[in-house]
Structures are given as C-alpha cells and as structure tokens.
Nanobody, 114 residues
C-alpha cells in the first residue's frame, strides 16, 4: 500500500482542517492506520490510530479535538482537526501497518497561527 497525504495548510488558532491519506493497493481494510506529527526540533509523535477492527485511539494532547476516520470504499483515512492550537503546528504523516508490511506517506504541513 502506497500512501499519499494531503490537506495541510495555514490556519488561525481555533480553526479546523481535515487531512486525508489516500492508499493505493489492495487489502487497505486490513491495515492499522496512524497519523503522526513532527514539529521542528521535536520527536515524531503518534497522534491518532485507526485499527482494522474499528477502534480509534488518540494522544492526550488531541483528545476531544481530533477525529480519525477511514473510508474503505475510498481507501482513505482522514484526520479532522478542530480547535487547532499553535502547538499543533507540525508536519503530519500517515503510517500504515499490516503484519510485517508497513509504509509511511509523505508529510503534509500544518501551521497554526496565534
């Protein structure tokens, strides 16, 4: 599965964005999918996970503000980000895993101005 992320941009604090990560290839529904982010000078951080069983998990820093979802029909995962804060500024990357197979998509940059 190849991954292509999109949807980043510049937004004011309190605003919202929706990121998309489109997957090419088969068996997408069997993959656990994740959104990570990496801010300048910081370690990569796991933001949200959508498991193949339908569970969603979030980092404490984004709970209640971000929602991960997936569309098997479109082979796409989404990250709806509401009430964005300047500390959410980062490059967001999608990552998929199925057994020993895993892949990163390229990042999409999110900048939140105060």
């Amino acid at each position: 599965v190849q991954l292509q992320a999109s949807g980043g941009g510049l937004v004011q604090a309190g605003g919202c964005l929706r990121l998309s990560c489109a997957a090419s290839g088969s068996l997408f529904s069997f993959w656990d999918m994740n959104w990570y982010r990496q801010a300048p000078g910081k370690q990569r951080e796991l933001v949200a996970t959508s498991t193949r069983d339908g569970d969603a998990r979030y980092a404490d820093s984004v709970k209640g503000r971000f929602t991960i979802s997936r569309s098997s029909a479109k082979n796409t995962i989404y990250l709806q980000m509401n009430n964005l804060k300047p500390e959410d500024t980062a490059v967001y990357l999608c990552y998929g895993r199925f057994g020993v197979n895993h892949n990163w998509g390229q990042g999409t940059k999110v900048t939140v101005s105060s």
